[in-house]
């Protein structure tokens, strides 16, 4: 409904006030609780209020968001909880790293968003920087907002490049849900609605070298042969999926083999996630085109790139604006990225994923052992650790149970039973100890319930 001028200044003004960080009483918090429910609900998505089942199903699905800082979040009312869930893979850095965070802070002051027309200094910073933390010759780099939006542009250039219009994914795979990148989805749910997508898309299982060896040999013989093969290095939102050894040197290979791009979606994986600075690092290959998000940007900003080779990007040149965006490569998204790839490195951020992974992969093994009806596998590399329940409702049970007590996880997009912990990789011992006490406590009470 639209309201006069004074109404809307009135409550912009107030949001305002609070953004700035007026102290609020309880009576002030909870009311602003309801009217935030109410906006969502009329606004937003009244959906969204109770898909998040964790939440829901814990009976707290207003829990409002307020701060945080590392591995831990807080609620308006207070209430800190454990962040196992790291923002789906942006939170690598952890919350509000202040170094991060200084940079962004130290940008702003001089100068948020570019003009557009002069040359931007940290697009460039943050290229030479990646180019120096990628494997190979990548080095050439395009920056985006947004994950989806990296694939788009590895799309268009695997196309322009190749002159091939067909690609080949992965079943489980996930790339986003723009039309383009949706195209690319291995999972029904997502891309049924909207069949049929852009791209003429074909589904290898995951892990497979040799069903993709074949699939290449059928498309050669029709004169089908794919632009490029996508796939993530290691699934993250299906849930921590790792394939076998060997895996993606054979697809680079069969790639290298048919004159095919090699795709890598490091999006999740990319930044030390899963215990190397890229997937690909866990394999030595090097991949034709990489895709990176989510934390490139620090946990601090939105950013997203995909690099390619000299040669590869050659096909760039002649018009540079060929793809371009308004916002792509400003300078506070790029020197976040800056600040995350120092800290990345400075703090160790891959190794650290690497030891906790490994420790909390061997404790969740071991609470498998003891709670076999309840938790029926552990998988995943680094900290992108999935875990796996026998249905639905049970691995929403336990995500609620982990809610009510502190610690935030999620279900995967893929599916409710499949559980990710994802927290952030500077993640301490204790806090690791003290989610595992939580996790085996709320088994302990799904257990005794079957
Ligand atoms: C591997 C992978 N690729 C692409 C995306 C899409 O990224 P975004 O949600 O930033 O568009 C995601 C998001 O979860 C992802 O995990």
């Not at 089908?224 to 290691?234: G, I, R, S, Y």
Request: with cysteine.
């Amino acid at each position: 409904m639209r309201l006069s001028n004074a109404e809307v200044l009135k409550l912009g003004g107030r949001y305002l006030e609070l953004i700035g960080g007026r102290p609020l009483s309880t009576q002030e918090k909870e009311s602003f609780i309801a009217e935030t429910v109410d906006s969502y609900e009329k606004h937003i998505n009244r959906g969204f209020l109770t898909y998040r089942k964790s939440v829901t199903e814990a009976g707290q699905f207003a829990a409002l968001e307020w701060s945080g800082e590392g591995a831990l979040l807080r609620d308006l009312l207070g209430r800190e909880y454990i962040d196992c869930l790291g923002g789906y893979g942006i939170f690598s850095a952890g919350i509000n790293h202040p170094r991060i965070l200084q940079a962004v802070r130290d940008q702003m002051g001089r100068m948020a968003l570019n003009s557009q027309e002069l040359l931007e200094p940290w697009r460039a910073g943050l290229a030479r920087l990646l180019a120096a933390v990628t494997p190979g010759d990548l080095g050439c780099c395009f920056f985006i907002n947004n994950g989806t939006d990296a694939i788009e542009g590895a799309i268009k250039l695997a196309r322009l490049y190749t002159g091939r219009n067909v690609f080949v994914s992965t079943l489980g795979g996930f790339h986003g849900k723009s039309m383009g990148s949706l195209s690319l989805m291995g999972k029904a749910s997502f891309r049924e609605p909207f069949e049929r997508g852009l791209q003429d898309v074909r589904f290898v299982p995951y892990g497979d070298a040799d069903a993709l060896d074949r699939e290449m040999a059928i498309l050669e013989a029709v004169g089908q042969l794919p632009a490029a093969v996508v796939l993530e290095p290691v699934q993250g939102e299906a849930g921590g999926v790792v394939p076998p050894d060997g895996y993606l040197a054979r697809v680079r290979e069969i790639c290298t083999h048919h004159g095919t791009l090699f795709i890598a979606d490091e999006i999740q994986t990319g930044m030390g996630r899963t215990g190397k600075l890229w997937g690909v690092d866990h394999a030595g290959v090097t991949p034709d085109i990489m895709c990176m998000g989510k934390s490139i940007g620090g946990g601090v900003m939105p950013l997203s790139a995909f690099v390619s080779t000299p040669k590869i990007w050659e096909v760039l040149v002649p018009n540079p604006i060929i793809h371009s965006t308004t916002f792509g490569g400003n300078p506070i998204a790029c020197v976040a990225g800056i600040a995350a790839i120092t800290v990345t490195l400075e703090e160790d951020l891959p190794g650290q994923a690497a030891s906790k992974g490994d420790y909390l992969l061997s404790e969740l093994r071991g609470l498998m052992r003891k709670y076999p009806g309840v938790l029926t596998d552990v998988h995943g590399k680094g900290l992108l650790i999935g875990m796996e329940f026998p249905t639905d409702p049970i691995g929403f049970k336990c995500a609620a149970g982990l809610f009510r007590r502190g610690v935030l996880v999620a279900g995967t997009y893929s599916k409710a039973r499949t559980i990710r912990i994802e927290p952030a990789l500077g993640i301490s011992m204790d806090l690791l100890k003290e989610m595992l006490n939580r996790l085996e406590d709320t088994l302990k009470e799904i257990a005794k319930e079957r």
